[in-house]
């Protein structure tokens, strides 16, 4: 290294440390398979996060579980794809060295990873440049403290202790707790996302204002040194604002952030892209600093080099998310992210990038940190395994549809299944009393559709006096039963903005054949929070009808008000029904079901709208909450059992 740069750097190092000394660190329906209790109640969905996304809507069940349920559960980390800081430079080529033979030999080499085969840790001071004796004096006394933060059988051990030690940084709260604050969080984050007027790069920023103002940041003030509480390992955020949300990683002009612990700086976590696309283990991740490093934004920036250099020799936890969606971390932002928290490592090597301002740190994961699936990140990776398809069918709605709807089989040769695409629900004037109305919209009033006319449309004031969707189409957060859209008896056009789930599908939506599940759906395009995806059609049939149908309960949904004294419907799909019927259960879901209204206002039989509960990536399969209760379902005295293979990790094993 040139010497007069390496002045620079320590000068630049002190002049930092003595600013960082002076600042505080701070930093339903239900699937009724059958029922044999008719006193079923329509419920209310809501999320127990104050005012954050809630759902209500009718429930999935085989029986009569009445409305003692939470509903389908969000998950609240699972948002969108692509990475933020992509330009248009590729990937550096990584040139690996030889410190085996003392002196550093580049190779040409490919893309792969390739670390030397050193015996580095024990002799730093050998291999590495002078920048590093100056730290490793005043970081060896330190060591001992931070010692016990190293990731071998003592942190194990010593957890409790490490909170205890940090417990003004991580509050000492139940792991669910800490999982539903980090819900609500992202909840708030998504609703504020949906709701602004702003395009690109502005939207995150100005939701994260927004939270901040609110004081809904998650341990506003404080860095955190290793797990953030509530966060997994695994768990994905659209926003690269979302990370200082939430805690996890507090820099947001930069991707090294790092706090002041015990005099030095140490680094607490990295905002980073891969370096080698085709390595998706995610035992050892390296860092590059360097000009054109991976650390996102990082414009080689030397106290967040020096940070990293510190927690080398201090050996403390650091806190490693990666952008899944982009090969280069300098550049621009796509506004198509997607982060994923890989967990807790430990730097373990570190050595100048050749030629380059930049170090290279090899950074290795704990043993005791949960391992990534290889297929979820291949998912998000976009490195999806070409599959042999055994039958495919372009469009099985024949035209009905304002997208075809494919069906692919890489499964098995099983063929389209037996059934009538409908696109408008069978049986529903039959069913319909007649002491019920039309929905008129502008009786008494003038309805013209607009956000500023809430009061004159009496559609809207049946919904308390809200729009319950934004400008762009999508829904609200709503914690009502049944939403009242304006339809084809109201004055206003069909471009009014209560009228949202009426309209065919928007979303090119395709059915592929599950290994367990049998078909499952998903979309080819990513699918916004919020935006209506489909009506659960089929034919509406009286709850007496649907109980003897115990056999046959697979596509089976109950709705309307349960316990109605002028009788209670299912709606079958079993012969005739849409995309829909083809969408399985999950214990984690990324979609939810919503009562809604626009034609006639007989409670007993709305329709069933599925919403994107979540931001949702292309190809991903689409699930709501069946909501079945378990044991509920019996056959002749005996209990029925489904096994559920939902994947989820939340998932409860069975659907009843
Ligand atoms: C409405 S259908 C869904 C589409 C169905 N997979 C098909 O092939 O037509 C409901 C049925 O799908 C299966 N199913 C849905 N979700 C499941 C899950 N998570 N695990 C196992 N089976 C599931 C069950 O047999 C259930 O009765």
């Known amino acids: 290294m040139d010497p007069s740069h390496l002045q620079l750097l320590k000068r630049e190092r002190?002049?930092?440390?003595?600013?960082?000394?002076?600042?505080?660190?701070?930093?339903?329906?239900?699937?009724?398979?059958?029922?044999?209790?008719t006193q079923l109640k329509p419920f209310q969905v809501t999320q127990n996060c104050g005012s954050s996304f809630s759902k209500t809507g009718p429930q999935f069940k085989p029986h009569e579980a009445p409305s003692s349920k939470t509903g389908s559960q969000?998950?609240?980390?699972?948002?969108?794809?692509?990475?933020?800081?992509?330009?248009?430079?590729?990937?550096?080529?990584v040139k690996p060295f030889n410190l085996s033979s003392k002196t550093i030999v580049p190779k040409n080499i490919n893309t792969k990873k390739t670390?030397?085969?050193?015996?580095?840790?024990?002799?730093?001071?050998?291999?590495?440049?002078?920048?590093?004796?100056?730290?490793?004096?005043?970081?060896?006394?330190?060591?001992?403290?931070?010692?016990?933060?190293?990731?071998?059988?003592?942190?194990?051990?010593?957890?409790?202790?490490?909170?205890?030690?940090?417990?003004?940084?991580?509050?000492l709260v139940s792991h669910d707790s800490a999982k539903n604050k980090v819900k609500c969080a992202l909840n708030h984050f998504q609703t504020c996302v949906r709701i602004s007027t702003l395009s690109g790069n502005a939207i995150p920023m100005e939701a994260s204002k927004i939270l901040k103002r609110r004081g809904k940041?998650?341990?506003?003030?404080?860095?955190?040194?290793?797990?953030?509480?509530?966060?997994?390992?695994?768990?994905m955020f659209q926003y690269f604002e979302v990370l200082n949300v939430v805690g996890l990683h507090r820099n947001i002009f930069n991707g090294i952030d790092h706090v002041r612990y015990n005099g030095e700086?140490?680094?607490?976590?990295?905002?980073?892209?891969?370096?080698?696309?085709?390595?998706?283990d995610d035992a050892e991740v390296v860092i590059s600093t360097g000009e054109e490093g991976n650390v996102i934004n990082n414009h080689n920036q030397l106290k967040e080099n020096l940070a990293l250099m510190t927690s080398y020799y201090a050996k403390n936890p650091v806190r490693v998310i990666i952008n899944l969606n982009s090969n280069n971390g300098s550049g621009s932002f796509n506004g198509d992210e997607k982060y994923c928290y890989y967990?807790?490592?430990?730097?373990?090597?570190?050595?100048?990038?050749?030629?380059?301002?930049?170090?290279?740190?090899?950074?290795?994961?704990?043993?005791?940190?949960?391992k990534i699936a290889c297929n979820e990140l291949r998912k998000y990776k976009k490195i999806v395994k070409r599959e042999k398809c055994l039958k495919f069918v372009k469009d099985i709605s024949e035209g009905k549809e304002y997208f075809p709807i494919p069906m692919t089989n890489c499964v098995d040769s099983e063929s389209v299944p037996d059934f009538q695409y409908i696109t408008r629900m069978v049986n529903h004037e039959r069913c319909k009393s007649k002491r019920f109305n039309h929905l008129k919209g502008n009786v008494g009033f003038e309805c013209v559709g607009n956000y500023s006319d809430s009061d004159k449309c009496s559609c809207v004031v049946k919904n308390g006096r809200k729009f319950p969707f934004n400008r762009n189409g999508t829904i609200e957060v709503t914690e009502k039963n049944i939403i009242y859209e304006c339809g084809h008896y109201c004055k206003c056009s069909s471009k009014c903005c209560n009228r949202v789930s009426q309209y065919k599908i928007k979303f090119p939506l395709e059915i592929f054949k599950t290994k367990e599940k049998g078909w499952g759906v998903r979309s080819e395009k990513k699918i916004?929070?919020?935006s209506f995806i489909c009506e659960y059609l089929g034919e509406i049939i009286e709850d007496k009808k649907a109980v003897k149908m115990i056999d046959n309960d697979e596509y089976l949904f109950n709705i309307g008000n349960t316990n109605h004294k002028?009788?209670?419907?299912?709606?079958?799909?079993?012969?005739?029904?849409?995309?829909?019927?083809?969408?399985?259960?999950?214990?984690?879901?990324?979609?939810?079901?919503?009562?809604i209204l626009f034609d006639h206002d007989d409670v007993r039989i709305p329709h069933i709208m599925l919403f994107a509960a979540e931001d949702i990536p292309q190809k991903t399969e689409l699930t709501y909450n069946y909501n079945y209760k378990i044991d509920q379902v019996v056959d002749n005295g005996v209990v029925k059992k489904k096994y559920c293979y939902c994947g989820a990790s939340e998932c409860v094993g069975r659907l009843y």
């Open 343 to 370: 967990g807790v490592y430990k730097v373990d090597r570190v050595h100048p990038e050749i030629g380059k301002s930049g170090y290279k740190f090899l950074l290795v994961k704990s043993p005791y940190q949960k």
């Open 265 to 280: 700086l140490i680094a607490t976590s990295v905002v980073s892209c891969r370096l080698y696309d085709d390595e998706l």
């Open 566 to 595: 002028d009788g209670v419907f299912t709606i079958d799909a079993g012969k005739c029904g849409n995309v829909a019927r083809f969408i399985n259960h999950s214990c984690s879901p990324n979609l939810f079901c919503q009562n």
């Open 217 to 235: 940041f998650l341990h506003e003030g404080k860095k955190i040194i290793g797990d953030v509480p509530g966060i997994e390992v695994g768990d």
């Open 115 to 171: 670390w030397p085969n050193v015996q580095r840790t024990t002799e730093p001071e050998k291999t590495n440049p002078p920048l590093f004796k100056s730290f490793k004096k005043k970081v060896e006394d330190k060591n001992l403290h931070l010692q016990r933060y190293s990731d071998d059988a003592t942190y194990r051990n010593n957890k409790e202790k490490e909170r205890t030690t940090f417990k003004n940084q991580s509050s």
């Open 74 to 93: 969000l998950k609240a980390f699972q948002v969108i794809k692509n990475g933020r800081p992509s330009s248009s430079k590729k990937a550096p080529l």
């Open 14 to 37: 002190d002049t930092q440390y003595q600013l960082m000394s002076k600042r505080r660190v701070t930093q339903n329906g239900r699937l009724s398979p059958f029922r044999t209790n």
């Open 528 to 530: 916004p929070s919020g």
